[in-house]
């Protein structure tokens, strides 16, 4: 049986990825912050397909590794990997280990999961699929002194996503692994939900039929499954397509991308978290 785990698939995106992976027969190991929104998800697709939840909020990176210990001893292989959770935090605020909540969450957190699950991943040759943004062009750089807005911010953790991608995509070289990212394009579902008028706008433009989150589920799923994309490993795809796209020239560069895992590595250390 093929076994998918998946995170932030109880709402948006990653939810309509879920109900994909399921009709075509895969499990999925959910990794969620909400047991009652996994058996809600469960609920929705019904009988067999074995849906198992790991709790853990992402924005904790102990409960990442937690949650990747259990994942790791739950499953005897792990066939897909998908990064998909992801906030846009429109107020600035720290986690309990004093990063900022986005950084956390949307990079650091696929991070630790990722590099926790890497022997596993290995064995069961799978596929690795971190779902990334646009909004990456929007970063000047991955200094947080040029994040100066919250958009700026979210498009830093989302170029951090696509180099990350690429970085390990050349560190598990050799292997049979693949590591792919993508830009899922504009999608409504979940948007700015710290918003006031977030339902609102978001059912505007529903009716107006822009940003269909069946698009952007499409990409992600297609990287996790489709047999054109085997052995394909360190690309960056656009929902229009899947045409490949280039990492915003701020994170392109091998260097960079390099000195960015390897800060990364020395940081969760300091932590105690990392992989």
């Known amino acids: ?22 009709r075509r027969g895969i499990d999925l190991g959910v990794v969620a912050r909400s047991a009652a929104k996994v058996d809600e998800l469960r609920a929705a697709i019904g009988p067999g397909v074995t849906v198992t939840a790991f709790v853990a909020d992402l924005s904790s990176l102990r409960e990442v590794r937690r949650a990747a210990e259990a994942v790791d001893a739950h499953y005897d292989r792990i ?13 600035p605020r720290l986690t309990a280990d004093g990063l900022p909540e986005m950084t956390a969450v949307n990079y650091l957190a696929p991070w630790v999961l990722t ?3 890497r022997a596993k991943l290995i064995a069961s040759s799978a596929r690795v699929v971190t779902v990334a943004s ?17 958009a700026s911010h979210y498009g830093r953790t989302k170029l951090m996503d696509i180099m990350f991608s690429q970085e390990l995509a050349r560190r598990l070289a050799g292997t049979v692994v693949t590591s792919n990212c993508c830009d899922p394009g504009f999608n409504t579902t979940g948007l700015g939900r710290e918003l006031p008028f977030a339902g609102v706008l978001e059912k505007v433009l529903h009716a107006v039929r822009v940003g269909d989150p069946a698009r952007g589920a499409s990409i992600i799923a297609r990287l996790a499954t489709d047999p054109a994309f085997d052995g394909v490993t360190g690309g960056y795809f656009s929902v229009r397509e899947a045409k490949s796209l280039r990492c915003p020239e701020a994170g392109r560069d091998e260097a960079v991308q390099r000195a960015l895992w ?3 590595e020395e940081l969760l250390a300091g932590l105690d978290v990392a992989g």
């Open 262 to 264: 390897e800060a990364t």
């Open 79 to 91: 066939d897909v990997l998908v990064n998909n959770a992801g906030i846009h935090a429109f107020s």
């Open 115 to 117: 590099n926790a699950l």
């Open 1 to 22: 049986m093929t076994t998918a785990v998946i995170t932030g698939a109880t709402r948006g995106l990653g939810r309509l990825v879920a109900l994909d992976l399921a």
């Open 134 to 150: 646009e909004a990456s062009r929007q970063a000047r750089g991955i200094d947080p002194a040029t994040a100066l807005t919250s």
